[in-house]
């Protein structure tokens, strides 16, 4: 899908990414039901790093600037309830990402044993059901709205205001 407004674009290709990266997630969940994964295997080993990066760093950023320019721009417009809906999503999915994002890190560092795969698997599982249904709505009713009703002058200043926060 391609969006003209340019901050629709960007969000858009970020919730692909973070589509792409669920999925090798819950791929590595489904394929190690019976046993753990090796933290050690290149393919794991790059999937915990990803999911350190993407969910410390780029979710974050992306949570951060829907509620600090974005949402604020949808309630004077008189869309706010979409913002105040993704906000409470944002407030659920935030303790997950935390937590998914140390047991990755300790499992980069240490492995994998019961305990640890146990707490990753439940808390992977769980932001996965979360983080797929969000970026399903924002997809459904968030960037329509941006894409339908957002003026050149403020999209202009809104696309700015995040690429500098990359």
Partial sequence: MSFANRVSQVLHDEH???????????????????????????????????????????????????????????????????GTHLTEDHVVMRPLATTLTALARSARAEGFDETRWSEFRRAGQQLCEHLLAHVQKEEAALLPVIEDGMDAETEARLYSEYLEQM
């Fill in 16 to 82: 692909g990414a973070t589509v792409a990266l669920i999925e090798r997630l819950e791929q590595l969940i489904a394929r190690h039901r019976a046993g753990m994964p090796d933290a050690r295997d290149h393919g794991v080993a790059r999937l915990l790093e990803d999911l350190v990066v993407a969910l410390e760093n780029d979710l974050e950023r992306h949570f951060s600037f829907e509620e600090d320019h974005l949402f604020a721009y949808l309630d004077a417009t008189g869309d706010g309830k979409i």
